[in-house]
Nanobody
Framework: QVQLIESGGGLVQVGGSTRLSCAAS???????VGWFRQAPGKDREFLAL???????SDYADSVKGRFIISREINNTVDLQMNSLEPEDTGVYYC??????????????WGQGTQVTVSS
């Protein structure tokens, strides 16, 4: 049984940093874990993914150079978010799926965690 539980987030100042963590269980070495964001009134947006082996990663252009995804030894997939902007506000989800930027290719999702970037 695949289970994904996000933690972290909250209120962050513009230009600040925060770290999200996704505790994953039931994920196999052929899977990837991705992070997505959904802002109010917008579609769910791909941010980054990492293979469960930790070898391969991919980033959306909007976060490349600011966000870092990592597969940690304690079976979490973390998203370090730096230089945050108001546009980064939204609910952040982690998900298990195939090597894809498309949300429909992910079959298990966490419950989401809110990040609000405020000036």
């Amino acid at each position: 049984q695949v289970q994904l539980i996000e933690s972290g987030g909250g209120l962050v100042q513009v230009g600040g940093s925060t770290r999200l963590s996704c505790a994953a269980s039931g994920v196999s070495f052929s899977d990837v874990v991705g992070w997505f964001r959904q802002a109010p009134g917008k579609d769910r947006e791909f941010l980054a993914l990492v293979s469960w082996t930790g070898v391969i990663s991919d980033y959306a252009d909007s976060v490349k150079g600011r966000f870092i995804i990592s597969r940690e030894i304690n079976n979490t997939v973390d998203l370090q978010m730096n230089s945050l902007e108001p546009e980064d506000t939204g609910v952040y989800y982690c998900a298990r799926g195939a090597f894809s930027r498309t949300p429909k290719n992910y079959d298990y999702w966490g419950q989401g965690t809110q990040v609000t970037v405020s000036s």
